[in-house]
């Protein structure tokens, strides 16, 4: 079992960044894959970002978001700039045992809660 658990999240301007973090606890991640996905009121879960316990990175888009992780801390993190109103969202993080850069969720063994993301125009 892990379990993961986000922070970071908030209330920001249209411009403005945040950095999420998400620790994992249990049984270790660190030769895992760990994903961050979003989902806005109303809409599908959505891939944001995933990373290798080696540090290949796969975006749904470049330039804005930068995924890192710690392995000796158990977390990733994801660094979002520029921050746009239609990024507001739940972002929650993921762990995938199975498969390399997935960003299908259904290959996505565990959870966390998420922590909500509101971008204000």
């Known amino acids: 079992q892990v379990q993961l658990v986000e922070s970071g999240g908030g209330l920001v301007q249209a411009g403005g960044s945040l950095r999420l973090s998400c620790v994992a606890s249990?049984?270790?991640?660190?030769?895992?894959?760990m994903g961050w996905f979003r989902q806005a009121p109303g809409k599908e879960r959505e891939f944001v970002a995933a990373i290798t316990w080696r540090g290949s990175k796969y975006y749904a888009d470049s330039g804005r978001f930068t995924i890192s992780r710690d392995n000796a801390k158990n977390t990733v993190y994801l660094q979002m700039n520029s921050l746009k109103p239609e990024d507001t969202a739940v972002y929650s993080c993921a762990v995938d045992y199975g498969s390399f850069l997935s960003r299908d969720y259904k290959d996505y063994d565990y959870w966390g809660q998420g922590t909500q993301v509101t971008v204000s125009s």
């Open positions: 249990g049984r270790s991640a660190s030769s895992a894959t």
